[in-house]
Nanobody, 124 residues
Framework: QVQLVESGGGLVQAGGSLRLSCAAS????????MAWFRQAPGKEREFVGL????????LYADFVKGRFTISRDNAKNTVYLQMSSLEPEDTAVYYC?????????????????WGQGTQVTVSS
């Protein structure tokens, strides 16, 4: 059982930055594809970005527009989402997810484990 714990959310003004962290409980973290998703009130969960286990493949949703960066530190079993130029439309609960099969997928149903989420609120 993999446990994922997100942190780093909060309230920020438009144009500001936040860095989210997601710590995994398993040493096999380095073998997983890791991804970030988000869900805004009244909306479906949507893909934000993913990072392959090697770090060689990084994919982002179109709305990211170069504002977000995903990275990982396998020594710390942690994946990060650095967000800048935040907009009120980025307000959502952000979730990290792990695909233990290490596929490259934007679909949430390909991910085996999920964190509890961290709230990001961007004020205008």
């Amino acid at each position: 059982q993999v446990q994922l714990v997100e942190s780093g959310g909060g309230l920020v003004q438009a144009g500001g930055s936040l860095r989210l962290s997601c710590a995994a409980s398993e040493r096999t973290f380095s073998t997983y594809t890791m991804a970030w998703f988000r869900q805004a009130p009244g909306k479906e969960r949507e893909f934000v970005g993913l990072l392959s286990r090697s770090g060689a493949t990084i994919l982002y949703a179109d709305f990211v527009k170069g504002r977000f960066t995903i990275s990982r530190d396998n020594a710390k079993n942690t994946v990060y989402l650095q967000m800048s130029s935040l907009e009120p439309e980025d307000t959502a609960v952000y979730y990290c997810a792990a695909d233990t099969s290490a596929t490259i997928a934007r679909r949430g149903d390909r991910y085996d484990y999920w964190g509890q989420g961290t709230q990001v609120t961007v004020s205008s």
